[in-house]
């Protein structure tokens, strides 16, 4: 079965500061993966997806997340992060045959600070 | 715009009583989901539909049951509920091949 292991429980940067977020991943094959993010009490949008082709993908709120097979990774990135991305994020996992299985990480929960 | 609704933001109910919650979507995907969300455990599964009238157990179906009758529409329920039950409620829809999905903006039950 696939899993999903965001280790990073709670980051905190600085506004205008770099972001890094963790996604690890265990499956055979090259799942489909998404990154998705939840403001408090809200439910989750999409900010980027990575099915097939380029390794670095574009996504909404200028996200930007690197797949990297050798490493199992599925890592988020923001070259400086404004104060309105305080919330959360999730790594998530699809695999082709069935039904497509969804597996989503536990979450990191990100603070801005001035 | 895409969209996905649910029926309550925030509801209390009492222990034994049987709770019902409507997911609806205007997109016309095949494939809808609940889910609950704990703090530290992240989303999990509780129910998939993959069609009208089609349903698959998810990780953690125990105490619940759902119902699909419209494709548009997707209901959780809860025959007894119990105060383990008390969470965030997430309903999410997707389109095939596995796009991704859009949430609804949960439902926060608390069973007292």
């Known amino acids: 079965a696939q899993s999903v292991t965001q280790p990073d429980i709670h980051i905190t940067v600085s506004e205008g500061a770099s972001l890094e977020l963790r996604c690890n991943y265990s499956?055979?094959?090259?799942?489909?993966l998404f990154w998705y993010v939840q403001s408090p009490g809200q439910g989750l949008q999409l900010l980027l997806k990575?099915?097939?082709?380029?390794?670095l993908v574009q996504g909404i709120k200028g996200f930007e997340a690197e797949f990297k097979r050798s490493q199992s990774s599925f890592n988020l990135r923001k070259p400086s992060v404004h104060w309105s991305d305080a919330a959360e994020y999730f790594c998530?996992?699809?695999?082709?045959?069935?039904?497509?299985?969804?597996?989503f990480g536990t979450g990191t929960k990100l603070q801005v600070i001035p | 715009d895409v969209k996905v609704t649910q029926s309550s933001r925030y509801l209390v109910k009492r222990t034994g009583e049987k709770v019902f919650l409507e997911c609806v979507q205007d997109?016309?995907?095949?494939?809808m989901f609940w889910y609950r969300q704990d703090p530290g455990l992240g989303l999990r599964l509780i129910y998939f539909?993959?069609?009208?009238?089609?349903?698959e157990k998810g990780d953690i179906p125990e105490g619940y049951s759902v119902s699909r009758e419209k494709k548009e529409r997707f209901s959780l329920i809860l025959e007894s509920a119990s105060t383990n039950q008390t969470s965030m409620y997430l309903c999410?829809?997707?389109?095939?091949?596995?796009?991704?999905?859009?949430f609804g903006p949960g439902t926060r039950l608390t069973v007292t």
């Open positions: 999410a829809s997707r389109r095939l091949p596995p796009y991704e999905q859009y």
């Open positions: 499956y055979g094959a090259t799942p489909y």
């Open positions: 990575y099915f097939s082709g380029d390794t």
């Open positions: 998530a996992v699809a695999v082709s045959g069935g039904y497509q299985k969804v597996t």
């Open positions: 997109m016309d995907h095949e494939n």
């Open positions: 539909s993959y069609d009208v009238k089609m349903k």
